[in-house]
């Protein structure tokens, strides 16, 4: 019998198992994969890091760094704001107070025709955090507020594919609040990546960890009471367990209906000897004739190492609800990012296609999950993000010691 049986060794259960460690609890984490790190994971492939659907750190992720440092990730930024492939042509929207060149971006976006003047106000208004929320309710859609608070040319220009990319949800139906709690973390910092991929953060966890407190490669098939089923038929008991699982998991073990919503995410990765850009910037795809294309970022512009020597990597971010093992759609996809960037797209090589269903978990908090007799956490108790992960597993572990 254990103290604590922790399963998942996502974020959030890595996060937990941190304080369980510091304060010498006797716990054991059970995790189905190989590896730790769940959706923020990366595959190594030929010498490229491909990270698990393309990410991003945000450097004012506040729960992330109070228990890691930038130096411990190697982590570095990208510049804040985007490239925006418009039908009108190639646009930038930069943050002037966040760029290297003040005068000049303050300049530049001034006299953007991105957006309008209003539109630059209120973003700025936005970004201080000024927010409208007394307005609107934090329930209603994202979208609802940017129709009412933005034109329409930089809804569909720049808020709709960098929020819709965000959120892997080009509808925006996320609720508001939600788009409120990351913008705030997007105004207060930048974008960035660690050396050695996402993967970086739960093994900068997981090293603080006793090794033989973590099984790998086993998969919880039930839970009753104090006793936790494995897939082997093993029974293994505790006077406390955590469920870090995916929200659909938690629903299934825990015999409660399945959350309906569902975003996934879909990515290609190519190889390629030239950066087809040269800022180190998400470039958004606002064409209005491209459907199947919406963000390609080149992770190489600020990590070298996530590509052999003298190699570039590109990750092209596609609307998953287009399936690229069709190949038409792997056409399609061809020619949009022909007409991006010109025939060198011929001698991109792709590397790996990643399609990973219920990327991010439902809006909502599932009702019964508040009720239940176990400690859950996991991105899904409030808005997903590697930040809340962090939060929720932490929030847990002091449940959990509280009780204990
Ligand atoms: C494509 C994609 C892009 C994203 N982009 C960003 C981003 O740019 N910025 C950001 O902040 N966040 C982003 N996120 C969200 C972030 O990665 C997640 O919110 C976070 O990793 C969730 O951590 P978690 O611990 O809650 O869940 P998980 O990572 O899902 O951890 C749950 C763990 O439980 C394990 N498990 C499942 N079933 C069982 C079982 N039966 N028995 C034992 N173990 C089991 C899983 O293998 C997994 O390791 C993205 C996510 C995805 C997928």
Redesign the pocket.
């Known amino acids: 019998m254990h103290d604590v049986i922790v399963?998942?060794?996502?974020?959030?259960?890595l996060r937990c198992a941190l304080d369980l460690e510091a304060a010498g609890v006797d716990y054991l984490i059970?995790?189905?994969?190989s590896f730790v790190?769940?959706?923020?994971s990366s595959l190594r492939c030929d010498g490229f890091i491909l990270d698990?659907?393309?990410?991003?750190?945000l450097d004012s992720y506040d729960e992330v760094f109070s228990v890691m440092t930038e130096k411990d990730l190697g982590y570095q930024r990208f510049l804040s704001g985007a490239l925006i492939d418009t039908d009108r042509g190639l646009r930038e929207l930069f943050d002037p107070l966040k760029s290297p060149q003040k005068l000049r971006t303050a300049v530049s976006v001034l006299f953007s025709d991105i957006a309008s003047f209003r539109d630059k106000w209120r973003l700025w208004n936005l970004s201080k955090a000024k927010s409208l929320l007394k307005e609107f309710d934090v329930q209603s859609s994202t979208d609802n507020y940017f129709q009412a608070t933005f034109t329409e040319r930089f809804q569909e220009e720049f808020l709709r594919p960098f929020w819709g990319s965000v959120f892997l949800d080009y509808d925006l139906g996320i609720p508001m609040g939600h788009f409120f709690e990351l913008m705030k973390f997007f105004s207060a910092g930048f974008g960035g990546l660690p050396v050695n991929g996402m993967q970086s953060l739960p093994d900068q966890l997981f090293s603080q960890l006793t090794k033989d407190r973590v099984r790998l490669e086993?998969?919880?098939?039930a839970i009753n009471g104090s006793r936790v089923e494995l897939s082997s038929g093993e029974i293994l008991e505790a006077r406390k367990i955590i469920l870090?699982?995916?929200q659909e998991?938690v629903c299934r073990l825990m015999d409660y209906p399945q959350p309906v919503q569902s975003r996934s995410?879909a990515c290609v990765y190519f190889a390629a000897n030239n950066s087809p850009f040269e800022l180190p910037a998400l470039r958004l795809n606002a064409r209005t004739d491209h459907e199947i294309v919406k963000l390609i970022c080149i992770p190489t512009s600020i990590q070298p190492n996530y590509a052999p020597k003298e190699k570039v990597l590109i990750t092209v971010n596609l609307d998953p609800q287009f399936d690229y093992a069709n190949p038409e759609v792997r056409q399609t996809t061809h020619t949009e990012l022909v007409e991006l960037f010109g025939r060198q797209v011929d001698q991109w090589e792709e590397i790996e296609y990643m399609r990973?269903p219920n990327?991010?978990p439902d809006y909502q908090l599932h009702s019964h999950l508040e009720d239940m007799d176990y400690i859950a956490c996991?991105?899904y108790s409030s808005t997903?993000?590697?930040?809340n992960?962090f939060a929720?597993g932490r929030i847990a572990a002091t449940k959990c010691l509280e009780d204990y």
Do not use: H, M, W, Y
Request: hydrophobic fraction near 40%; proline fraction near 5%; charge should be positive.
């Open positions: 399963i998942g060794a996502g974020i959030s259960g059970i995790e189905k994969n790190g769940g959706r923020c698990r659907g393309f990410q991003v750190l086993t998969s919880v098939v870090a699982l995916p998991v995410s990973i990327a991010l996991g991105d997903p993000s590697i930040n992960a929720s």
